[in-house]
């Protein structure tokens, strides 16, 4: 199975519109002025074509210099891009585990760095409602008592994917999406509130929400997916600017600030997607 495809299968058209600005966007690289087509060329593409230009164009970005010189990018597999990125971030890993489940570690990884910079009032709250969320699931028993107690806790400060079973890891690994965009979501409305004064910008804001929710056919599905799908959008470009601040370009060589990014959109499109990854 390709991983990779599958996933970009899933995607809405919307999806691949921020995956074609990541990949695509025109950067620090020369080279992306010679030889990268600009996003808006990309996605004009008939739909299978589009696909084939984004999953091209990861692989080619995942590259070392001399798979690239030697023209065999196309032989860049979605796990060995992803083994990549956990030697890059330090993130430990098995070779036992499923591709999924590397991809899995990126994303634990990466909110864990969001989780740390928070203050310890909004990691209690997430850790509130986290529990809430687990109280009321049925396999709760098979949960360690520590588990129950902090669950984000033990996942950021220690664990990991491999500490969660493959039975509750889908759950998991959605509430906490879903968790982490609540939160964002109600400190972006008090952020905007601060700034532009008063209950009626709150409630503009809060109403601009509810309308790009509803534009999407979203209202229903708001807890499992536009929820899940907005933490990129609010917590996207602080991450980014945690993790490359210094990172500067470089040309014919694994692209960090653009696959990382991109097998973090990923994972949310597949915890977001996938029917299957839900524990009823």
């Not at 690289?29 to 008939?46: C, F």
């Not at 990125?85 to 489940?101: F, G």
């Not at 098979?142 to 129950?148: E, F, G, I, M, N």
């Not at 999406?177 to 409630?203: D, M, P, S, W």
Request: hydrophobic content about 45%; proline content about 3%.
């Amino acid at each position: 199975m390709d991983e990779l495809r599958v996933v970009l299968e899933l995607a809405t058209k919307e999806e691949l519109q921020n995956l074609t600005t990541i990949l695509f966007s025109r950067k620090f690289n020369p080279i992306d002025y010679i030889k990268t087509p600009e996003p808006i060329e990309v996605q004009s593409q008939s739909h299978q074509n589009w696909l084939d230009a984004i999953d091209q164009r990861f692989r080619f970005l995942a590259a070392d210099g001399m798979t690239v010189l030697r023209g065999q990018t196309n032989h860049v597999s979605y796990r060995q891009a992803l083994i990549q990125v956990c030697k890059y971030l330090k993130i430990s890993y098995s070779h036992n585990l499923e591709t999924v489940d590397l991809e899995a570690e990126v994303f634990l990884f990466l909110i864990g760095k969001v989780w740390r910079k928070l203050p310890c009032k909004e990691q209690q709250e997430l850790n509130t409602r986290l529990q809430f969320q687990l109280a009321n699931l049925d396999l709760r028993e098979s949960l360690p008592l520590s588990w129950q107690q902090d669950p984000l806790g033990i996942i950021f400060k220690g664990g990991s994917a491999l500490a969660i079973t493959s039975l509750l890891q889908p759950f998991i690994l959605q509430k906490i999406a879903h968790q982490f965009a609540v939160n964002l979501a109600t400190y972006e409305v008090a952020r905007f509130t601060a700034i532009q004064g008063g209950r009626i910008a709150k409630r503009q804001f809060q109403g601009y929400i509810s309308l790009q929710m509803a534009k999407r056919g979203m209202a229903i599905n708001a807890a499992r997916y536009g929820a899940a799908r907005s933490i990129f959008a609010l917590v996207g470009p602080i991450m980014w600017t945690w993790f490359f601040a210094d990172l500067g370009w470089r040309s014919i060589a694994t692209n960090y600030s653009r696959i990382i990014p991109t097998i973090f959109t990923l994972a949310q499109i597949r915890l977001t997607h996938i029917e299957s990854w839900e524990v009823a």
